[in-house]
């Protein structure tokens, strides 16, 4: 899946990333728009989170039981989303969708899933009735006595970066409400991106359940689910449904996460992080009707006629986007407003 499919030719060999850039094995360097998908909004190496991460591993990187810090970052994921009263942590976003899929069937005793075409929940194999995003009536028409939950990304963020319509994200609240459907937001992306609260905080929408991964774990592995009490109940050793994981908060990635949010507590960071992607996105638009842009907070997708090659104009001048329209691309804090318009000027001699 890093073989530069969408794109054609070879993918990088990473060598070493600092703050907004990543330097290839042959010693080139690019400034980096995909930050691991997602995870590094402090940008490559913070020196916070390195640190606090080899202190943490000259004590020991995995115990098979509870160390405080993980105790510590499940209360921080807890206080920024009024909506989990309980998470559980595991290793990766994949882990967390099923964890909170399971969990859905169990509590409310049905068998379907709905979700969006436009999303995209991990690899684990799921059936699911598909149903487009931002059209309400699809999904009306998926509802049954059956349905468990909806599982939805708030803002897409696999097909390029699909902003919620107006009244989408209340909508399907409104539909699962009237139904008894568990609505499951999948904010491992926009989780701790698009706000410090995700996209139930930026938009004011609940989800029954919530599946965290990436930022939280500051660029180690690691995925969370949680949500309302009496759901989370259900899951072992409390209750019937079995999760568990030999690594699920380990002390490296807990600190790494820990360390991001403290970082991103500092509420400025989320305006600024704004201004310069606004920035960048409107720079862009140099190009006109040929590339279509569109953006939530940090996050940035675009359209262009002939993808692959604008791909490789910028890799010649430094740039790495994602290496497919289809992915999002995102500015960390670590991005100056020089790298942006070292990128913007990029992007007006790219002659597409
Ligand atoms: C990345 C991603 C996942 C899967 O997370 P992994 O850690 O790669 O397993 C799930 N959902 C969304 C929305 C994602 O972007």
Redesign the pocket.
Known sequence: MRAFGAVGGNPLLAAEGRGSSIKSIDGKEYLDYVGS?GALILGHAHPKIVSAVKRAIDSGSSFGTTNIKEVELAKEICSAFPSIEKVRLVN???EA?MGALKLAKAFTKRKLIIKFKEC???WSEQSYLEARFNDLESVKKLISKEVAAIIV?PVA??SGVIPPGEDFLRGLRKICDKNDILLIF?E??TGFRVSFGGAQELYGVKADLT?L??IIGGGFPI?AFGGKEEIMKLLAPEGPVYQAGTFSGNPASVTAGLETLKALKNKKIYAKLEEKTKILCEGMTCLGDRLKISRVGSMFGFQIDDYPSFFWKMINSGIYFAPSAREANFVSAAHSFEDIEETIRAVRSSNV
């Open positions: 998908y990766s976003g994949t969708v995209y929940h991990g990304e963020g696999n999948d491992v992306i599946c991964g990436k995925g």
